[in-house]
Nanobody, 128 residues
Framework: EVQLVESGGRLVQAGGSLRLSCAAS????????IGWFRQAPGKEREGVSY????????YYADSVKGRFTISSDNAKNTVYLQMTSLRPEDTAVYFC?????????????????????WGQGTQVTVSS
């Protein structure tokens, strides 16, 4: 059974940092890359970042480039999203998802439609 479990979300002040984790099971990072998405109240889900260990690719949305860093620990089947210089507009539910590694285009990997499996989400709230 495929599972993606996010953790690490909490309330943080603007300018602060937070690290989210996505623990994956039921599939291999050789077959799937992991993306992070977020959804703020009343807004559409937005692609934030992506990593493929086997392809060596990482991508970021322009809104988080330079502030967020994605990484993976293949031994733990876990992907992390290190978030720094947080802003109130980063407030959202953050989801991780798995996309087949043969999908390599950044423009596609920042879209929900590229992903087969999703986690339940973790809430990040940034106070001003």
């Amino acid at each position: 059974e495929v599972q993606l479990v996010e953790s690490g979300g909490r309330l943080v002040q603007a300018g602060g940092s937070l690290r989210l984790s996505c623990a994956a099971s039921g599939f291999s990072f050789d077959d799937y890359g992991i993306g992070w998405f977020r959804q703020a109240p009343g807004k559409e889900r937005e692609g934030v970042s992506y990593i493929s260990s086997v392809a060596g690719n990482t991508y970021y949305a322009d809104s988080v480039k330079g502030r967020f860093t994605i990484s993976s620990d293949n031994a733990k089947n876990t992907v992390y999203l290190q978030m720094t210089s947080l802003r109130p507009e980063d407030t959202a539910v953050y989801f991780c998802a798995a996309a087949p590694v043969y999908i390599v285009a950044r423009s596609i990997l920042l879209l929900e439609s590229a992903y087969d499996y999703w986690g339940q989400g973790t809430q990040v709230t940034v106070s001003s």
